[in-house]
């Protein structure tokens, strides 16, 4: 790869990591929906679908991955890093799996991040815990999850349609 062609995939990592954080930041700044504790509209994931339809697996992931990092460094506490960090790295792999089979569009891809994001912060709530008493929260967390992830599944798609990163670089 020569150096322009370095620079640019750079910059456009950059840019599409400091949207990420900029949404996360936003998300934090909203109040808890209804009072509900983990539910979010999943702002940054519009991100992540962007990468992985315009660029590739591995940008998406390594994108989605230090945004969380940076937003829990700045943000957040250890605790949250964890909840984020599963939540996230579970929903960017199960997407990247989905994708590859052709079958989904990013509407359905995206959904099936949201669940499994909130499968992982289920996960690590337990962990934290030590309990199983919590996994009746999943089915509400599973409904967001999905709504949510159709949403960002179609803007996602929709910026896709528009702009091709890869021709960029």
């Given amino acids: 790869m020569n150096e322009m062609k370095k620079t640019r ?94 079958k989904f569009s990013p509407i359905g891809v995206s959904a099936a991040g949201g669940i499994t994001h909130n499968i992982g912060q289920i996960i690590v709530a337990m962990f934290v815990t030590g309990t199983t008493n919590i996994l009746w929260y999943l089915g509400i967390l599973w409904l967001t999850g999905t709504i949510s992830g159709l949403l960002v599944g179609l803007i996602g798609g929709m910026i896709c349609k528009h702009i091709d990163l890869n021709k960029i670089i």
């Fill in 9 to 102: 995939k750079l910059a456009i990592y950059g840019v599409l990591t400091a949207l990420a954080i900029i949404f996360g930041y936003i998300e934090l700044q909203l109040p808890a929906f209804f009072a509900v504790p983990g539910i979010k509209p999943g702002l940054t994931n519009i991100v992540v679908v962007v990468a992985l339809y315009s660029l590739d697996n591995k940008s998406a992931l390594f994108i989605n991955f230090v945004r969380i990092a940076i937003v829990s460094m700045l943000f957040g506490t250890v605790i949250a890093f964890m909840f984020s960090a599963i939540g996230g790295l579970l929903s960017t792999t199960v997407m990247i799996l989905l994708k590859k089979t052709d």
